[in-house]
């Protein structure tokens, strides 16, 4: 009987060992994936930072050029309205029988 029992015994022994090494593989995969998790969630935060910095780069050139774009535009518009007065000012004078002085090269 003793031998029976001591191979029970050796036989229970032996799954434990191997559930027991089961058990630490599982939590070493664990601990690996965890690890890389994390790895990962640093780099994706360091990725949407430097995006949102490109973002905020390119919207800051965009604002810049429609900046100067609505200056072209509003320069356009008062130079139109310049025009528009003097040759108002010119049929004016010329009703009176008067004109501006202008120089012919």
């Given at each position: 009987m003793s031998v029976d029992t001591s191979a029970e015994k050796m036989t229970k022994l032996e799954e434990n060992l191997q559930r027991d090494v089961a058990l630490k593989k599982m939590v070493n995969r664990w601990s690996k994936s965890h690890t890389h998790c994390?790895?990962?969630?640093?780099?994706?935060?360091?990725?949407?930072?430097?995006?949102?910095?490109?973002?905020?780069?390119t919207m800051e050139r965009e604002l810049a050029l429609s900046n100067k774009q609505l200056l072209m535009v509003r320069q356009a518009a008062l130079h139109q309205?310049?025009?528009?007065?003097?040759?108002?000012?010119?049929q004016e004078l010329n009703q009176m029988g008067k004109a501006f002085y202008e120089?012919?090269?």
């Open positions: 994390m790895w990962q969630m640093t780099l994706d935060q360091r990725r949407n930072l430097y995006a949102t910095l490109r973002m905020q780069d309205l310049f025009e528009k007065e003097h040759q108002q000012y010119q120089e012919r090269l």
